[in-house]
């Protein structure tokens, strides 16, 4: 199947409108902060949620809007989380209806989503006074929705691809946003898809979950998993495929073009991680498991000696045995080979679970690039995953150790 | 029980000398790189390991020693871990033999273990060539030993104290090193533990292995479990009491001795974790299991988020809910209160699961100190659980950004 990236972010489907804006959440009086997608018709919709107990209001107010499968708008604010505050679910709830008030849509038609801090009241005063603007705003205006979901993100998180289902023109479009706080379980942070495709709300949510597990579900960037995490998609059908209501070729095609924009975004969330100055994927082959391949991947990916050593750009494998180690499911350490490689080329470091001679400048050249695989063989089956997260810096605990203030 | 602590670290029993010199494993010219620590007679001996799949050949060559449940010497280097090299078993054996030269203890007495950086083949030469001036300096030299496990600890860790038992006055003293890789669970990194109490074999063990549970395996600096963990006892009941040899008051005196050493020097590891600037306790009250009691304490102390926030005296309470939120036991979020305290007083944060409002002011004079609690208690049952860590810095990145050179 031939996927082509285009441009137009969420608004690249047929039929979707978007904008973003400020509106005063943030004390920041620059940055866009309220965003708003919205459908020309109802779309069939699916969701997948962090699993975190302490829930976002958003989060629970979403799920219950979804559970009929459609939804035709996403509203979604940055600079406050709307989680662990007492009148959440009433503020999110609220915000749908801004959205109704100003489109007829229903309430029960429209996505919630928030973030930023968690535990402070998020006031609602700020979005009803500006719903007309962004509402009135509404257009080929993806770059403005993602850069109002953005919090410490420092690029705006963006793909739109094209391809054809049953000789039909299809598009995708995706925003994200993600840098710390990520260690998703269900989903990560805040994704939202948008496509024409005409499929099925059940087998809609069949793609999109089965999707993650592979996707943002093996993204790390601090080990710690958000309250808020929500990633969501609507199709509206309008490409005029013929309906996919079953697994088969059609299906299938619609499941390499959302992996196409997942994984893209997985990548670009990792390597946007708070901090980081490279993006980490680790590549583990010749497993005897999906469950193994995945624990050893997100072991190493999520390892903050790992994470350290590629900042300074060290070949320190040991610590990559060690977080093998530690994964949790039965390896055989004596069969295990490791390599880095980036676009400079490959260096192999350890055989068969020791250390090789190797050249300490040559794989200082391979580690400076700001894309680096951690190749991981463990010789005991054809299985292999593969996760993504990034270096930790001085940067990081910059960020985090003054967040609110 | 009274408990008194006093000078003399591992020395501080009846029948213990202890050396340590610079044999030159290190470049470093000046920092000791070698301990030997000896009892006069044989001693009752136990010891935990790390549960890491990558082991140390030390670890398995001193398992393999104290399988008959005695030992006499403890010898040890730092500057090398002697893990994941072809020769490792070798080298860890040949260290055993040279005490065993020089002192005419048998070398399945002896305990080896090794701390530095994984997968360089290990030169047992300086070794060889200092065995006789490391013997010939024991004495009464417990500061040598424990700055030569050192690695990057900034301090050296000791404790040591008097007690009674059955009339007779009772010592143990122990040294400790430990600062990063360390998230252990089954005990953490190098304690060396020596006595003068009469207890056999069997219930050395059980006191060593149901104590570490509650002090060294609550203890995280950075999540990596190290593949060198190694904590080990030496009894040699030269302090004459009746012999333990079953449960009864005699033996939970021992236990309460035990776990004080083990407590203190859980904080100090804790303290010193590489680049820390403070202790942080997380005592979790109100749960209904011990089991989720010790998950939630764990998550809190472990979340690079929160740890990133106590560098910055942030009183980002939302962020110990998330970590709560994703330790994996059930938990009613709303019944959660949190508070923090130092020597400055205490502040609550959080009421049932909500914010509330309180004095940032006040709350970052509190969290500036340099011990730190975080309190949460559950409100759903009785049960109790400590964990110790530390917070996250720039030294940490700094120093874990560029170790081995």
Known sequence: MKI???????????????????????????????????????????????????????????????????????????????????????????????????????????????????????????????????????????????????????????????????????????????????????ATNLIFLTTDVAITPAMLQKALSDDVKDSFNMVSVDGDQSTNDTCCILANGLAGNKLIDSVGADYNKFRKALNYCTVYLSRMIAKDGEGATKLIECNVTGAASKTIAKAVARSVIKSSLVKAAMFGADANWGRVLCAIGYAGVKVDVEAIDVSFTSKKGEIAVCKAGYGIDFSEEIAKEILLEDEVSININLNSGKVKATAWGCDLTYEYVKINGDYRT
């Open 4 to 186: 082509k990236e285009i441009s137009g972010g969420v608004c690249a489907p047929v039929g979707f409108k978007a904008n973003g804006i400020h509106c005063g959440i943030r004390k920041n009086k620059v940055k866009r902060d309220f965003a708003l997608i919205v459908s020309d018709v109802k779309a069939a919709a699916a969701g997948v949620y962090t699993s975190n107990l302490v829930k976002g209001a958003p989060v629970v107010v979403t799920k219950s809007n979804l559970s009929d499968g459609y939804a035709q708008a996403i509203i979604c604010n940055s600079g406050n989380a709307n989680t662990c505050n007492k009148n959440g679910l009433e503020v999110a709830k609220e915000m749908c209806k801004l959205v109704s008030g100003v489109s007829g849509i229903k309430e029960e038609d429209v996505i919630v989503a928030s973030t930023g801090v968690i535990g402070l009241p998020l006031d609602i005063t700020p979005m009803k006074e500006h719903i007309n603007v962004i509402w009135e705003g509404l257009g080929d205006n993806s770059d403005f929705a993602s850069e109002a979901i953005m919090t410490t993100d420092t690029v705006k998180k963006s793909v739109s691809i094209e391809f054809e289902i049953g000789g039909k023109r299809c598009a995708m479009g995706a925003i994200a946003k993600g840098v710390g706080m990520v260690c998703p379980n269900m």
